[in-house]
């Protein structure tokens, strides 16, 4: 497959997300990758972040935008969305890829992976309390704290 920038193509007309993201340009398509996408938004808008973290390990993704947060493990394949504003509490779930159990939740709790603010319009953090190392992947699409 032919690697091409979002930016360069003429017509934006249709995308859908799934594993890949589909872009339609008048009778072409062209099929990007996600974290392509992400990161062709520029540093304001799209962020990407991946990092093995131990058990009780917490770390600032160095990000403080509003916006969708897409967070996966690496390994085991659990994801979940979150929208994130620019409050300590202001914060929705919208899907995760678990059934029988919450995997990552919003605020520190045991036995999770857990992402939240400490502070209004600061940065994003992520806290490992599932009781081993696990390598974690966060994909946002934001709009910058003012």
């Not at 994801?79 to 678990?98: C, L």
């Amino acid at each position: 497959m032919k690697k091409i920038k979002l930016s360069s193509l003429q017509s934006k007309t249709q995308a859908a997300i799934s594993d890949r993201i589909i872009i339609s340009e008048q009778s072409n398509t062209q099929r990007i990758r996600a974290d392509d996408f992400i990161r062709s938004m520029g540093v304001s808008n799209g962020y990407y972040f991946e990092k093995s973290l131990a058990n009780g390990e917490e770390v600032s993704i160095g990000h403080s935008g509003i916006g969708i947060y897409i967070i996966n493990t690496i390994g085991n394949g659990i994801s979940a969305v979150f929208i994130i504003g620019a409050f300590v509490d202001q914060w929705v779930k919208i899907a995760e890829s678990r059934f029988m159990e919450e995997y990552f939740v919003y605020g520190e709790k045991a036995n999770k992976y857990c992402i939240y603010r400490k502070t209004t319009s600061g940065d994003i953090f992520i806290k490992n309390n599932t009781g081993s190392t696990r390598a974690v992947r966060i994909q946002a699409i934001t709009t910058p704290v003012a």
